[in-house]
């Protein structure tokens, strides 16, 4: 069963009085339960733009995503809210109407306080994102991806922003969060210890993943 898949998918930038930009062009893909999928590819290939129209984030100029409701997304740049506590900005994808509708508040907050105690933040629970290191935000950001349950997590460039030993520390811990687990993995990367912890790795070139 696939969880997440593409047909032909592409997408055109059209910026005005520019000529208009295919970054994707005719992308076909499926992710099966369990997978760790690396997305590599020189800068500006369109692999953020490719793995935020997956999430749902950008809209394909034509071709078909199916992807599921759930899906845990881990950006480059951390992304936390400023003036949120740690735990707030973990429980934060919890909180929508649609969220709510099938997850009770205190069984959200025992699974913001258990994943906040793996990735060995408990302790600066009611911290500000300000006050943490860039490793420790992305392990926040690593602890909110996962709230929710997803049935999918998909990450642009998670070591990005990192050194080579915190980089090594989120990989372990993305790697040990969905160790036997079958919830797919799509990480969008430069690095090769990235790619190595991954069952497949996909080159987008030239508006196509090979
Ligand atoms: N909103 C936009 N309007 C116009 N062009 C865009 C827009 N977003 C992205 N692009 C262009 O699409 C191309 C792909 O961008 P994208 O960010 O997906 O690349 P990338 O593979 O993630 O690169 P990097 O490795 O540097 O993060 C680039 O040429 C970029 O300039
Ligand atoms: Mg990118």
New binding site residues.
């Given amino acids: 069963m696939v969880v997440l898949g593409t047909i032909d998918l592409t997408?055109t930038?059209?910026?005005s009085g520019?000529r208009p930009?295919k970054?994707l062009k005719g992308v076909n893909f499926s992710v099966y339960p369990g997978e760790k999928i690396a997305i590599v590819?020189?800068?500006?290939?369109?692999?953020?733009?490719?793995?935020?129209i997956l999430g749902g984030l950008?809209r394909q100029s034509s071709g078909t995503v199916t992807r599921p409701k759930n899906i845990g997304f881990v950006f480059?740049q951390y992304h936390l809210m400023p003036e949120l506590t740690v735990f707030e900005n973990v429980l934060l994808p919890t909180m929508s109407r649609k969220m709510r509708a099938f997850l009770a508040p205190s069984q959200s907050e025992r699974r913001a306080k258990s994943l906040l105690e793996r990735v060995g933040l408990a302790e600066r629970m009611h911290h500000l994102p300000s006050e943490l290191s860039g490793g420790e935000q992305q392990r926040v950001a690593l602890a909110r991806a996962l709230v929710t349950d997803p049935e999918i997590v998909l990450a642009?460039?998670p070591t990005?922003n990192l050194d080579a030993m915190t980089g090594a520390e989120i990989l372990r811990m993305l790697s040990e969060l969905s160790a036997g687990s079958s919830v797919p993995l799509v990480m969008?990367t430069?690095s090769p210890e990235a790619a190595a912890i991954c069952d497949r790795v996909l080159t987008?070139e030239d508006g196509i993943l090979k």
Avoid at 41 to 52: D, H, P
């Fill in positions: 997408k930038f059209k910026v520019q930009i970054v590819g020189r800068s500006g290939a369109g692999k953020s733009t490719l793995l935020n950008e480059q642009d460039e990005g969008v430069h987008l």
